[in-house]
């Protein structure tokens, strides 16, 4: 297709029932993309044309600017065979070539017109044509053939034709719901093409009440969405539909006053956004009274149950107006209002009802019920595992704190999983904390335990806050490491995709605790604690060393996606450092010293240096003056005595940046000491007193990280 030219724009629009909300902007975005991609294959469309995808709940649409009606025709060479094969020495053809000939439909007289061409080392027979290019009707056909096999569709759905099809009523087509219009129009042209028993048309339907006409009878490509909005009460684009919603929903909190909001939910709207095709924003309200039930669980069942946008005050708080996103706009709507107050106003009741019973009965008094809960076949009951749970917060209080906090991470520990067996968090699992605070508080629970309590999920996904004190973080670290613990000494391990525990999620809130918190506790200690408070249930020998690494390589992942490449990541993380909370100081250390000038050098002389060390495991890091006899050892010696003092007490300071920087002085003496001294000398004293040496300088320039995986 010539870029330069103009053509009309193609519209292609599938007309079915009401889409699956939560899979609808994701099957518009695939069938407009693929169309598009099969039209630019074929040659029809190019980088000229321009898409837009269109998904409303009932229909998927494309857009697509300058299509050729017909694509350019290609010249096409195909190799026959080599010359000595098809033509024999007075330049006939032979049998293969002539059997080769028939096959594309050409008689033994071609062979004259074939061109011969050099193929490597021999000459071949070439026969070039012309293929016609692909009308509009034909790439078509095919560019939807395959938008609709390649629809990620979440469910299929089988239903039967009742008409254009050989058994009308028995013969049956698979698609995500049932299809009832098929519009394909080039410019104002109708594209004879068909799909699931449809024929193209131009006729496609709006609202199912607001309609001004039906059908809609398209008059050209261009006028889509101009057309549905104005006749037929719909705004096609997923997107246009969205930010109407948006600024709809802004312009009721304006006007319900008092710095009101609506509630920030990308995930709702884009599902309410996918429900409605027309969306009218209404105001409505509930009893105050319900207000006294925590706005978390009024909050989660007007969005999860009815698709509602509750309105929170400017300081955050619940009000008891919410908004409605209807799908149509009566002259007068009181009886939608009412209606949707209706609705909500049993789900309120419910939630007030079972806060009110649970309220009834302390955590304490619900810990025996969960003796009766399985979490794992492998590793008992949930009683077992906060048990557990228990035993490992203790341990990690005991290490930030007094044995105030050891007590507050106890109590926490045991009550943190007994809104499990809440009537609440029954109805509403993703309430679970959330609930288990508020009952704290109510049973006289100190602050810090009952924020604890709902502080131990955290961080429940990437960029989630951290526990808000000390006891909620040795809670919340317990948990994750008795998870943990209790997968990889069974052997659950995550496999590609596969991680039904979320074990690579409770390894990076691990993590981050530990650094962004910046916690006095070593990794490997913390392991043991965990592994230890598993007991005879860890059964899997290299439990220790998995885990270790498991949680190594999320941390690795986690500082590239930072920014830190991976020579800095792995020269830092080789050395395994205890505390992942030196880790920052670590890494910009390394980093500021691979900014150096003398980096380079000194990361290579390093990496010669461990080759050197590997080969000579009777080294060790002892150094005899007396047997430095080369002025370059005698120097690099002199220098060492210098520097090193200096670089190990800023190491010791925590100054890690600084250490690195002192030891670049090493530079020109370590050079020196490889171009002037036989580290192998044939003198055993000589040989052994430079690689102790090596290993001193070694020893000495590895302490914050393994300089010689900075080497290129």
């Not at 030219?5 to 909300?21: R, T």
């Not at 629970?445 to 006891?471: C, M, N, Q, S």
Request: glycine letters at 8%; hydrophobic letters at 45%; one cysteine or more.
């Amino acid at each position: 297709m010539n870029a330069t030219s103009s053509h009309p724009s193609l519209l292609v629009e599938l007309f079915v029932e009401e889409l699956p909300p939560k899979a609808l902007k994701k099957l518009g975005d695939a069938f407009a993309g693929v169309l598009r991609d099969q039209l630019v294959a074929q040659g029809l469309a190019g980088g000229a044309s321009v898409l837009t995808a269109y998904a409303s709940p009932r229909r998927l649409a494309a857009h697509l600017t300058n299509v050729a009606p017909r694509a350019a025709d290609k010249a096409v060479s195909q190799k026959l065979m080599p010359v000595s094969v098809g033509l024999d020495a007075a330049g006939q053809p032979m049998p293969a070539l002539a059997k080769k000939l028939a096959a594309l439909g050409l008689d033994a007289s071609a062979a004259a017109g074939l061109r011969r061409a050099p193929d490597g080392k021999a000459e071949a027979l070439f026969h070039d044509s012309t293929v016609a290019g692909a009308t509009l009707a034909e790439g078509l056909q095919k560019a939807l053939a395959e938008a609709i096999a390649k629809l990620p569709i979440p469910k299929v759905m089988s239903y039967q034709l009742e008409a254009r099809c050989e058994l009308p009523g028995w013969s049956s087509v698979s698609f995500v719901r049932p299809a009832h219009g098929l519009v394909a129009l080039h410019g104002t042209e109708v594209v004879p093409v068909s799909a699931l028993g449809l024929e193209a048309g131009r006729d496609t339907h709006g609202h199912r009440f607001e309609a001004a006409v039906d059908p809609v009878v398209l008059r050209d490509a261009d006028h889509y969405a101009l057309q549905l909005e104005e006749e037929g009460a719909v705004i096609a684009g997923f997107e246009a539909r969205r930010a109407e919603i948006a600024r709809q929903l802004a312009a009721a909190a304006v006007a319900v006053g008092n710095g009101c909001e609506p509630i920030r939910d990308d995930a709702l709207l884009d599902e309410v956004t996918a429900l409605v095709e027309r969306p009218k924003v209404l105001t409505c309200s509930f009893e105050q009274e319900f207000l006294g039930v925590p706005q978390e669980c009024l909050i989660l069942t007007m969005k999860a149950n009815q698709k509602y946008f509750p309105l929170l005050d400017a300081q955050g708080r619940l009000t008891h107006r919410f908004l409605v996103v209807s799908n149509i706009r009566p002259d007068d709507a009181s009886a939608v209002t009412g209606g949707n107050e209706r609705v909500v106003r049993p789900r309120l009741a419910d939630a007030k009802f079972f806060f009110d019973q649970d309220r009834k009965k302390s955590l304490e008094s619900r810990l025996p019920l969960l003796d009766k809960v399985v979490y794992h076949n492998k590793l008992g009951t949930q009683g077992e595992r906060v048990q557990r749970v228990v035993a490992i917060a203790k341990a990690i209080a005991a290490q930030l704190g007094d044995g105030a906090l050891a007590a507050q991470a106890e109590q926490a520990a045991r009550l943190a999983k007994t809104d499990l067996v809440t009537d609440m968090v029954g109805e509403f699992p993703e309430l679970q904390g959330i609930m288990g605070r508020y009952y704290a508080l109510n049973d006289g629970l100190p602050a810090a335990v009952a924020d604890a309590i709902e502080d131990h999920y955290k961080p429940r996904f990437a960029g989630d806050e951290l526990p808000r004190g000390t006891v909620g973080l040795a809670v919340a670290l317990a948990d994750k490491l008795e998870t943990l613990a209790g997968m990889f000494g069974i052997g659950n391990l995550p496999t590609g995709d596969r991680d039904p525990f979320a074990l690579r999620r409770h390894a990076l809130g691990v993590v981050r605790m530990l650094i962004e918190r910046d916690l006095p506790l070593e990794l490997p200690a913390l392991i043991d604690i965990a592994l230890g408070a598993m007991g005879a249930l860890a059964t899997e020998p290299n439990a220790r060393a998995q885990l270790l690494d498991f949680i190594q390589d999320r941390l690795a992942g986690s500082l590239r996606e930072q920014g830190a490449s991976a020579q800095e990541v792995d020269a830092v993380l080789g050395q395994r450092p205890p505390r992942l909370a030196e880790v920052p100081r670590l890494l910009a250390a390394v980093r500021a010293f691979a900014r150096l000038p003398e980096a380079p050098a000194l990361a290579a002389a390093n990496k010669r240096i461990g080759n050197i060390l590997k080969k000579s495991p009777e080294a060790d890091a002892h150094v005899t003056e007396g047997l430095l006899r080369e002025p370059a050892e005698q120097a690099l010696y002199q220098a060492m005595q210098q520097v090193v003092p200096q670089a190990d007490a800023q190491f010791a300071a925590g100054d890690y940046t600084a250490s690195l920087q002192t030891l670049a002085a090493l530079r020109a003496p370590v050079d020196a000491f490889f171009d002037g001294v036989m580290v192998n000398a044939d003198e055993a004293d000589l040989r052994l007193n430079r690689l102790g040496l090596l290993a001193a300088l070694h020893r000495a320039m590895n302490r914050v990280a393994l300089l010689e995986r900075l080497a290129a």
